[in-house]
């Protein structure tokens, strides 16, 4: 089965955080491989279900894991890791492995690694543009990061280029200590010891030191980090780049799928389909029932009206361009490779039938 409207080699997948991005993510790979694509899925971190699904463990962090499923192109996962994906390019860009143990060992680099806004995003389209550089894959699938604003990682290559250019960071890669430690800014230098004690007590000068340490160290890396924010851009808006927006159902999440959909507009992308996962069915009026039944009847019911009425609103808000589906709640979330298979189907027969 070809992939139609999804049919392009680098499909990434957004949204808001629990509307079923990953797994989504995982059924198209599957698909994918199923119709002879040799596929790579790279997704943060999946429930412990998906791993099971999947059949792939930690080393996934390290490396591309190969799924054992019997179809004619390939199927592979990665678990993106933006400490492991960091600690990477400061080896590529490090001027020798002594360079880069420097940064490794510095404390302030431990904690930045992990904990600074937009690292992750940030780390996530390095490695995207890495494994799209590197020809191994036919057809890339990347499941976003599950943050509350998904998209932040479209912005992570130009907000890193600023870091780097701004000027704190440029002023942090001045000489400030000397061998011995000591402040060595001739205008600092001169108030001596009460100006480092004064230092010491509002911030710490061990601190101060390893963060002076850290960009000193970390500056024969800035144009490495320049260059490659600029061509990660590039890919994000290639015409063969395209995203497959996913939306939780109801009326109240209408502004999250508009939001994003202008987001990716504005910004260039190709938008490709907008899928409303996990919609309740419509029952039929003519069912009936006494007691509990009929309770969680009525609430089913109100769950159907109500998710289809959103669909419908949504669609009414949405221009000609957008094609617009949904999804239904499984009974059961996938827990194996055929369950994924039959829901990666589902929603390219979904998306043939909207089409035509």
Not at 322 to 340: Q, S
């Amino acid at each position: 089965m070809s992939l139609g409207a999804l049919d392009r080699p680098l499909l990434i997948v957004v949204g808001s955080g629990g509307v079923g991005k990953t797994t989504l993510a995982a059924a198209l790979g599957l698909t994918s491989a199923a119709e002879g694509t040799d596929t790579l899925v790279m997704t943060f971190d999946p429930s412990l279900r998906l791993k099971d699904a999947l059949g792939v463990g930690e080393e996934a962090r390290d490396r591309e894991v190969a799924v054992e499923v019997d179809t004619p192109g390939r199927l592979d996962v990665s678990l993106l890791d933006a400490r492991r994906t960091f600690d990477q390019l400061v080896r590529q860009y490090a001027p020798s492995d002594a360079a880069a143990e420097r940064i490794f060992q510095n404390r302030f680099y431990q904690h930045l690694a992990g904990n600074l806004a937009g690292i992750l995003e940030y780390m996530a389209v390095e490695r995207l543009f890495e494994v799209s550089r590197s020809g191994r894959y036919q057809r890339i699938i990347l499941d976003t990061p599950p943050t509350r604003q998904a998209l932040d990682f479209l912005g992570a290559p130009d907000r890193m280029v600023e870091f780097l250019q701004s000027g704190p960071v440029r002023v942090a890669q001045r000489q400030w200590f000397d061998a011995s430690g000591r402040l060595a800014v001739k205008p600092l230098k001169i108030l001596g010891k009460s100006l480092e004690s004064w230092l010491d007590r509002l911030v710490g000068l061990d601190l101060l030191r390893e963060m002076a340490e850290f960009f000193q160290a970390f500056g024969p890396l800035y144009e490495g980090f320049r260059d490659r924010a600029g061509e990660v851009g590039k890919l994000l808006r290639a015409p063969g780049t395209h995203f497959l927006l996913v939306a939780g159902p109801g009326g109240e999440r209408i502004p999250d799928a508009l939001f994003f959909a202008r987001r990716l507009r504005e910004g260039g992308h190709h938008l490709g389909p907008i899928v409303v996962n996990q919609m309740h069915p419509e029952l039929p009026a003519q069912l009936s029932a006494d007691g509990d039944v009929a309770e969680g009847l009525r609430l089913l019911s109100w769950l159907g009206d109500r998710d289809h009425r959103g669909l419908a609103e949504l669609q009414a808000l949405l221009t000609t361009r957008e094609t617009l589906v949904g999804l239904p709640l499984l009974p059961t979330p996938p827990t194996d490779l055929a369950a994924l298979d039959a829901l990666g189907r589902l929603l390219l027969e979904t998306l043939a039938a909207a089409r035509s």
